[in-house]
């Protein structure tokens, strides 16, 4: 369909990447844009970015229909077209602009380089021909001398698209801080799950990492560029760190011990990147380019981007920021907190629900709905009054059991009880629970405040389906720290049925009968 700016807050307005593209009035038509790799990780996070600053987007997909899913979709004009196909990059490059050169063949294969050179290739003469007027390219930030295989595959992109006659941004950067970020999802996987580790020497090499937020904002303020400007531009934040330090300051933000960190001469990329990939859910085959990169130091050489793109007026986030805002998943509770808040914005360092399934960290749930014979507002009257003398509905000797154990640990097992026997508020302890919201007739969500190696959530939600039938929903939610609070998590995990699926039963069960007491 055709395509209308972004009239709702975007990522891009709360980053600072928003502008007024030309004056108001002026009946000027906004320039058109083509984002290629609209499916991936910057891509599909850079388009709200565009459409907030006032261009028109085009996103190119080889399968339109996976793009579906995106709150965005009806806002952009979508075209199917392969970058290795002249004929269908043609199509796609009609009236465009500006084209944005978001592919690589990272973790596919042996031979990902020369795709890599020859989709480069092709889409530079389809821009020329096209009149494409500015390509903007993200690549890899690298020293110089001999590289690994993927950041010199980057680094020739960059040329091949440098060549093609056509003005060029190249811009480069090194560890993208934001949830969803391959090499920003390797670092959390390896800091979370290991309290002590051996790695290589190498970890102690420099690296100046940027959050995905002034990343986004670069690419943006790219496509403003006069024509006399082709040339690369090393882009990153404003810490220089080495990878130790990194996962040391991670550690610190996510609320995790110092972790022990002993370096050694002898373990090779090759071997690294195994060891990432039996350790994290990150592919192997996408873990492998991204150690082999931190064999070298990466640490921009020049700042030349701010000449062209000004800093906004809060300056570049630091890392320990960018890592905070990546933390929101579970410091918030942001993409867990209910079901429908799939449909609710997102920053740009937050996860979204098209980033792979090992992005943001591991948050385990487990999720039961029923449909009640009851009327609403009976479910929420059980709900409301769950915990203390009512009980948790559910196994009582392991609610008792558990309780005592968490009193041996220090915690507040189930003594607490609660503060009126029916009525709850934020805020009210409710045995080892907290009242975290509290939606009236719809929504209770408790933190635990027991001793355990992590963070969990319990929801209970009364609501209406399509169909006028009452549906109670149920969700655990858990965030673990380090291997303890992974081995916690599968270990309860055979009890879940006991526990959960009795209490889904048991307050269905009391709500239709507290029910039945109602209109008799």
């Known amino acids: 369909m055709a395509t209308t700016a972004a009239d709702g807050r975007g990522a891009g307005t709360e980053a600072g990447t928003a ?40 996103a190119m997909a080889r399968r339109p229909l996976s793009l579906d899913p995106r709150e965005w979709r009806e806002q952009v004009e979508v075209v199917q077209a392969d970058a290795q196909d002249r004929e269908s990059l043609a199509r796609a490059m009609d009236g465009v602009d500006v084209a944005y050169y978001l592919i690589h063949a990272l973790g596919s294969g042996a031979s990902f380089e020369a795709r890599d050179r020859e ?19 993200l690549g890899g930030l690298h020293p110089e001398g001999e590289l690994s295989p993927h950041l010199e595959s980057r680094k020739e992109v960059g040329e091949i698209l440098l060549a093609s006659g056509v003005p060029t941004a190249v811009l480069q950067a090194a560890v993208i801080i934001g949830s969803g970020s391959a090499s920003f999802e390797m670092m959390r996987y390896l800091t979370e ?42 882009i990153g934040g404003p810490d220089i760190l080495t990878y130790r330090q990194m996962m040391q300051r991670y550690a ?95 920053a740009p360092s937050n996860p979204l629900p098209q980033d792979p399934d090992w992005a943001g960290g591991s948050l385990y749930t487990d999720d039961r709905h029923t449909v009640v014979d009851a009327e609403p507002e009976s479910l929420w009257t059980v709900i409301e009054g769950v915990g203390g003398a009512h009980g948790w509905y559910s196994w009582k000797l392991g609610w008792v059991a558990r309780g005592l154990m968490d009193k041996v640990f220090g915690g507040p097992g189930l003594r607490r009880g609660r503060r009126h026997p029916n009525e709850l508020a934020v805020g009210d302890a409710l045995d080892w ?23 969990a959530w319990l929801e209970l939600i009364a609501e209406t389906d399509d169909k006028g039938r009452t549906v109670f929903r149920q969700r655990a939610t858990y965030h673990p720290h380090g291997l303890l609070g992974q081995a916690y998590w599968w270990a309860v995990l055979p009890f879940h049925g006991i526990v959960f699926g009795g209490m889904q039963r048991n307050i269905a069960k009391a709500a239709e009968e507290a029910d039945r007491f109602r209109t008799n």
């Open 119 to 137: 989709t480069a290739r092709t889409f530079s003469v389809a821009a020329r021909e096209a009149g494409v007027r500015r390509v903007v390219y």
């Open 252 to 346: 610190v933000v996510a609320g995790l011990p110092p972790r022990f960190i002993r370096t050694v001469p002898v373990l090779t990329p090759r071997l690294a990147s195994l060891w990432v990939g039996l350790v994290t859910p990150v592919p192997s085959g996408l873990a492998r380019p991204l150690v082999q990169s931190l064999v070298h130091e990466v640490v921009a050489k020049e700042d030349d981007i701010h000449d062209h793109v000004p800093d906004p007026p809060t300056g570049l986030l630091g890392f320990d920021r960018a890592v905070e805002l990546a933390l929101s998943r579970v410091r918030e509770f942001d993409v867990s907190t209910t079901w429908s808040s799939a449909a609710t914005p997102h």
């Open 193 to 234: 799950r290991l309290p002590a580790m051996v790695a290589p020497r190498w970890l102690d090499n420099r690296i100046q990492p940027i959050a995905v937020r002034d990343v986004l904002r670069y690419l943006v303020g790219a496509a403003r560029m006069p024509a006399t400007v082709s040339r690369t531009f090393d």
């Open 433 to 455: 629970w907290r009242v975290e919201a509290l939606e009236e007739g719809h929504l209770l969500r408790l933190r635990a405040e027991m001793r355990l190696p992590g963070l």
């Open 19 to 58: 502008t007024t593209l030309h004056e108001e009035g002026s009946g000027a038509e906004a320039p058109l844009v083509l984002v290629t790799g609209a499916t991936g990780y910057i891509g599909g996070r850079l388009v709200p970015e565009l459409l907030a600053a006032g261009y028109r987007v085009r």
